[in-house]
């Protein structure tokens, strides 16, 4: 049985690797026969499709060569989906195959590790080592997240929802600056002269990247600000930045300070306002209210941390690290947004009922 059950899942994990790193060979393959290289070996390419298969799950690298020596972290997002939707693809055949949905997501979950941990180390060298600890933990947040179909209830969902739509505004906040600095991006393009191929990668990495920019821009409209390298700030109050890596995206940085921003931070307040206003008039009794309220505090606080500490990190270099929102200043704005809010739904009917009694008495 537990044979059975081993095999059902490991066939599951193989076809859910594949799915993404056949692909990926072919294509680092393709860039090592066209770029003319010397080598007539295809363990270079190949070792680079590895690479390109643990960093689409966020894996950090440590790198060390004659020619660049630093930490990788600051990694696409948006490459971590396909990765995700292979391990629910996956993980929901094991569940037909087992009839059983715990054994299924304890089995899967155990052999993804064992298979990601083997081509860990196929793939690292005396160049590049993957940062095991980091990895593992955000593997295993990735697989928990695919395995997981239970059915969220109301209170937990809202904020969910109602933060996808503050990033979709930030998102196209990104946007418009990027179409008024239309001209610096191309500009960037021409520098680099990427050329057919170069080009379509760069666009396509460009894209991968781009829930990491979204959610720098809600860092930057919330007071937060975010960091590209060391040394740097940028804020709505504060601009203080050096030099900047030739990505055509990137034309829509500010080109200054901007403190009007900062009142775009009001979205946070409706955030709060809405969600501590539904909580509020739930009829249930005192305490599990207040449990309902800190909840609210911690996944929003916690959520927000989480979320500005995976999409940031280091961009190999001493000088590029760190790239990204700062996690803790970010959670700190949301619970101070929080807050606020929740002091003033508890202060605001006393002051109108104050105000209601003077207004009697001097009638």
Do not use: C
Not at 222 to 236: M, Y
Not at 278 to 294: E, G, H, T
Not at 349 to 360: E, G, N, Q, V
């Amino acid at each position: 049985m537990v044979a059975r059950r081993f095999l059902v899942s490991l066939q599951q994990v193989i076809r859910s690797v594949l799915i993404i790193l056949f692909p990926l060979a072919f294509i680092t393959l393709f860039a090592w026969a066209t770029a003319g290289s010397t080598y007539g070996s295809t363990a270079d390419p190949m070792r680079a499709a590895l690479w390109l298969w643990l960093g689409s799950h966020l894996t950090p690298f440590n790198i060390t060569s004659n020619e660049v020596t630093g930490y990788l972290s600051f990694l696409p997002l948006g490459a971590a989906i396909l990765p995700w939707l292979s391990m629910r693809v996956g993980y929901k055949r094991v569940v037909a195959e087992l009839q059983n949905k715990k054994i299924s997501r304890a089995y899967f979950t155990l052999t993804y590790i064992i298979v990601y941990s083997l081509l860990g180390l196929i793939g690292s060298n005396d160049q590049v080592a993957i940062d095991w600890l980091r990895g593992l933990l955000i593997l295993i947040f990735l697989l928990t997240t695919a395995t997981t179909s239970a059915n969220f209830e109301t209170l937990v969902k809202l904020p969910g929802y109602m933060f996808l739509i503050i990033l979709g505004l930030s998102g196209l906040l990104f946007s418009i600056s990027l179409i008024m600095n239309y001209s610096i991006a191309k500009n960037l393009t021409i520098v680099l002269h990427p050329g057919i191929i170069g080009g379509l990668l760069l666009l396509v990495l460009q894209i991968l990247y781009l829930p990491n920019l979204f959610i720098a821009t809600f860092g930057y409209i919330s007071g937060a600000g975010f960091s590209l390298g060391n040394a740097t700030d940028v804020t709505p109050f504060i601009f203080n930045l050096r030099e900047i890596p030739a990505i055509p995206a990137l034309a829509a940085l500010p080109a200054g300070e901007h403190p009007w921003i900062i009142t775009l931070s009001s979205i946070l307040l409706i955030y709060s306002f809405i969600n501590l206003s539904k909580i509020n008039k739930l009829q249930v009794d005192k305490k599990s209210k207040r449990q309902l309220l800190l909840r609210f505090i911690l996944l929003s606080t916690g959520g927000s941390a989480l979320i500005a500490f995976i999409s940031s990190g280091s961009l190999i270099s001493a000088n590029m690290n760190p790239v990204g929102v700062n996690p803790l200043r970010l959670g700190v704005i949301v619970f101070a947004h929080v807050s606020v809010t929740y002091l003033l739904i508890l202060l605001a009917p006393k002051l109108f009922k104050k105000k209601d009694k003077k207004s009697r008495l001097n009638s």
